[in-house]
């Protein structure tokens, strides 16, 4: 027998020998992204801000291909990164509230018109005159294909906003988002996550009720069967509202400090103004004329926003258990959500009238080559963010006679002979 090569320090030493290679971890390689867990998860902020920079691209366009590109791209990404949680779920009911608000802003149109004149006209619904005071609304009257056309753009561009909205409830986790807000903000935060993982919640409560009639052999289909199971839902919404506020106050939540008069006055004075700051900077950004001043007030509203908060967090008596860092692959998520946006703000100052398709006369959109491409740079999460664990289906047991065909209740088990006590003799030997 070839005796085995000595241990060198340094290498590992596995099963297989010394000179086998190491099994690959949960850190995953160079170029694939690891397997996601407490240490490695992605920042919730980072898949917020990626799904804003979406939601901006989306409100600078009116371009149906390029806002549906921009929806495939949302949900490859969730389709890609989502885990098994309740709110990773939600995504397909802000799919179905996009379609909704689509359909309403077509009926919208059809039956209280359009400021869009039209010369192809489809149908004609007889109209119901109105009085004086109620010039410039019709009900019925000649429906044109350019208004259903430009109703169907605008709908579009607001369900998008929805479904991006929705991308991000689907992958930031709520309670990890609300461990990462300043201090400030807390109390809003606190609010605020309560009021996002309403969704997640409905979608499976009525999940559950519907699988609970279905086994019962009730119909779940209905308006008689909405309202039934509406009932226990909004039962259980109340409830699980009721234990959320006994536990946070017996958790001590609402504790703050307390500081001098003068700290608060100046805390609410920076942050008031800053956010404000932040608001007109951002309008003066986004309108056609006020890029001169926009820039400016932006930063300095956000430095007496920063400020306020600072301040501010003063007053919050908490403490932070292992935060979530902001590592690199959070900022490379960050990043292509804001370059996504940036690139179509951008491309409204060389290609306007292909952001925006005209309907008068009517033609149909064109893809612009260099927008699609920038919308393309929204899929890189699914390639950088960390891979959600799988929950992996139990394996069945296999026969120990024929290993290609699972075990079967009838077939008998071999049996052990009893080992007899080996005597201090047979030891020895």
Not at 225 to 232: T, Y
Not at 362 to 367: D, E, H, V, Y
Not at 416 to 429: F, S
Request: proline share 10%; aromatic share 6%; hydrophobic share 45%.
């Amino acid at each position: 027998m070839t005796p085995a090569a000595p241990h060198r320090p340094g290498s590992p030493r596995t099963a297989e020998g010394p000179s086998a290679p190491a099994p690959a971890g949960r850190g995953g390689g160079v170029l694939r992204p690891p397997v996601a867990d407490r240490a490695n998860a992605l920042h919730a902020g980072a898949w917020w801000l990626w799904a804003l920079g979406l939601a901006t691209a989306a409100s600078r366009t009116t371009n149906p291909l390029l806002l549906a590109l921009l929806v495939a791209v949302a949900g490859y990404v969730v389709a890609a990164r989502r885990t098994d949680a309740p709110w990773a779920r939600s995504y397909a009911l802000f799919l179905k509230l996009g379609l909704f608000v689509i359909a309403v802003r077509l009926l919208f149109a059809t039956f209280l018109g359009s400021p869009i004149p039209g010369t192809h006209t489809l149908f004609t619904l007889p109209e119901v005159p109105l009085p004086e005071w109620a010039q410039g609304v019709r009900l019925g009257g000649r429906v044109t294909a350019e208004q259903l056309t430009f109703a169907f753009y605008d709908g579009m561009k607001l369900a998008a906003l929805l479904i991006c909205v929705g991308a991000a409830n689907a992958l930031a986790n709520p309670a990890r988002l609300l461990k990462s807000l300043p201090a400030a903000l807390y109390e809003l935060g606190v609010a605020v996550v309560v009021a996002m993982t309403f969704a997640p919640h409905f979608v499976a409560d009525v999940a559950r009720l519907r699988r609970a009639r279905r086994l019962r052999g009730r119909d779940d289909r209905g308006l008689r069967a909405l309202v039934q199971v509406g009932l226990p839902v909004l039962e259980g919404a109340l409830e699980r509202s009721v234990a959320l506020a006994a536990a946070m106050d017996a958790r001590g939540y609402g504790r703050t400090a307390k500081l001098p008069r003068a700290v608060r006055v100046t805390t609410a004075t920076l942050t008031l103004g800053g956010l404000l700051g932040v608001c007109a900077g951002t309008y003066g950004l986004l309108a056609a004329s006020g890029a001169g001043y926009g820039a400016p007030v932006l930063a300095l509203g956000t430095a007496a926003a920063a400020g306020g908060l600072w301040l501010g967090g003063r007053r919050a008596v908490r403490s932070r258990y292992r935060p979530d860092r902001f590592g690199p692959r959070a900022w490379l998520v960050a990043a292509s959500g804001a370059a996504v946006g940036g690139l179509m703000i951008y491309a409204n100052s060389y290609a306007p009238d292909a952001l925006h398709p005209v309907v008068v006369p009517l033609t149909g959109p064109q893809l612009p080559l260099w927008p699609a491409a920038s919308c393309l740079l929204g899929l890189l999460p699914a390639f950088v963010a960390p891979v959600p664990p799988r929950r992996q289906a139990p394996q069945k047991q296999q026969n120990p006679q024929n290993p290609q065909s699972p075990q079967s209740p009838q077939s008998p088990q071999p049996q052990q002979q009893p080992q007899t006590p080996r005597t201090t003799e047979e030891t020895a030997q």
